[in-house]
């Protein structure tokens, strides 16, 4: 018994001396920093324009050019100064009547959206040229603004149903994050 308590009273004084002796923090210092985001001002679309093709005759096709003030389609875009977006437009195949009785093909070509985002930049000297069956990724102007513009052709048949025709064409715009 002597020998195993001799042993137990080394193993504690080996376990002491691995792990060193209790030691007191004497001084002791922190630092802090701040957790910090910035929210993105909201984004606003608004449609300024609606797209006009006016009085068209039975199997005659009208066009619309994007840069044609007044009658092209136009949305304008504002957001947070030089924000990454992303453009998306959701286009009709065909305009109808109030009373979806009677429908007119309408199609949209892969130059017929154009827009600015430049303080410079025109309808009629815009900044670039848009397919609006695609999706882009532009930035927002200095002052987070855009214009979008765009134009589209109608094709009414030759025995075409008489009245108003009209479809929702709509520009999506969102952040990238980026």
């Known amino acids: 018994m002597k020998h195993f308590l001799k042993s137990v009273l080394i193993l504690c004084l080996l376990a002491v001396a691995i792990a060193g002796p ?4 004497l001084a002791q210092e922190s ?10 001002t909201t984004l606003s679309v608004i449609g300024v324009n609606n797209l006009q093709f006016g009085v068209v005759t039975p199997g005659v096709q009208t066009s619309v050019n994007k840069n044609a003030a007044g009658i092209a389609g136009q949305w304008d875009v504002n957001g947070t100064a030089v924000a990454e977006v992303l ?12 009373d979806s ?22 309808q009629a000297s815009p900044t670039g040229i848009l397919n609006p069956a695609l ?3 532009l930035n927002l ?5 855009m214009t979008v513009w765009i ?28």
Do not use: E, W
């Open 22 to 25: 209790a030691q007191k923090a």
């Open 135 to 137: 999706t882009h990724v």
């Open 31 to 40: 630092g802090s920093i701040l957790a910090t985001a910035t929210v993105v």
């Open 87 to 98: 453009l998306s437009f959701t286009l009709p195949d065909s305009l109808r009547t109030a």
């Open 151 to 178: 134009g589209g052709t109608v094709a009414p048949t030759v025995a075409q149903t008489g009245g108003d025709y009209s479809a929702a064409v709509v520009l999506t715009v969102a952040y990238t994050g980026n």
């Open 101 to 122: 009785s009677a429908a007119m093909d309408v199609f949209f070509n892969g130059t017929d959206a154009q827009y600015v985002n430049t303080a410079i930049g025109t």
């Open 141 to 145: 102007s200095n002052l987070g603004a």
